[in-house]
């Protein structure tokens, strides 16, 4: 049962729990007029101290195609955070006005502060360099609506793995699925953190190696996904300056891919995919952005528990 639940951690869900969420997701696109009022009078609280394009608007188109109403904000200075409010104090007030919440922070573990101050839904919409789990959700949505499976697969991850919330929470999740083995590239400084090699990796038997050449790995991969180096996370400039340029994928650097590789990034992009890529029949990543607001849409059916029958 999902209703009434947070999300803030991709384990938070079983796998049949996310399933059941991607099950949903797909009925809603194949008959999306079906959904159009199931959560009227409801209202999602978006609540973004930190920049985002996708995960905002999608969280609020997602509400408004199902019907409901969305109200926040996109920075925190345009919040009472700019005057000092705490997290804690900033949920039980939005509690008072919405029925959930989508939230984003710069700083890891905010989402679950708000969780244990609140009778509403959180969900994490991304806490600084820890976690994505509705990423996550969107990034399984794409790989089975493409390839009809979640199992089976060699899953390349290339770039800023260190800071890259999203490749935290996809390794979890996708670590629960039958037979996956991972190829982690990145220059030696943005390798995985150790929690995700010790306690998820190597804890639990998966496969995986870590490599600092995308070309080597490149036949043996069925799924890559590329991230962006993460500037608003790193200390110093000079490092950035170095290491934002280390993978750049071109059409050259696929000329050995698979013809069915699935290509992923949860955007934004900077330099990291060189825009020929785009028209690549292999290029998924704004199929990705696309299944990121029906999977929202299923999640927050889910959470508030409504249905099509209700
Ligand atoms: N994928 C993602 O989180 O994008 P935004 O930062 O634009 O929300």
Redesign the pocket.
Known sequence: MLKGRHLIDPMDFSTEEINEILDLAGEIIANPKFYADVCKGYVLATLFFE????????FEAAMLRLGGSVMGFSSAESSSAAKGESVADTIRTIACYADICAM?HPKEGAPKVAEMYSDIPIIN??DGGHQ?PT?TL?DLLTIRSIRGRISDYTVGFCGDLKFGR?VHSLIKALSRYENIKFMLVSPEELRVPDYIREEVLIKNNINFVEVDKLEEIMPSLDVLYMTRVQRERFFNEEDYIRLKDSYILDLKKLENAKDDLIIMH???RVNEIAVEVDKDHRAAYFKQ?KY?MYVRMSLIMKLLGVSVNA
């Open positions: 920049p985002s394009t996708r995960t905002r608007l999608s984003r919409g991304g994505h990423q969107t999203t949860p955007l934004p952005a990121g």
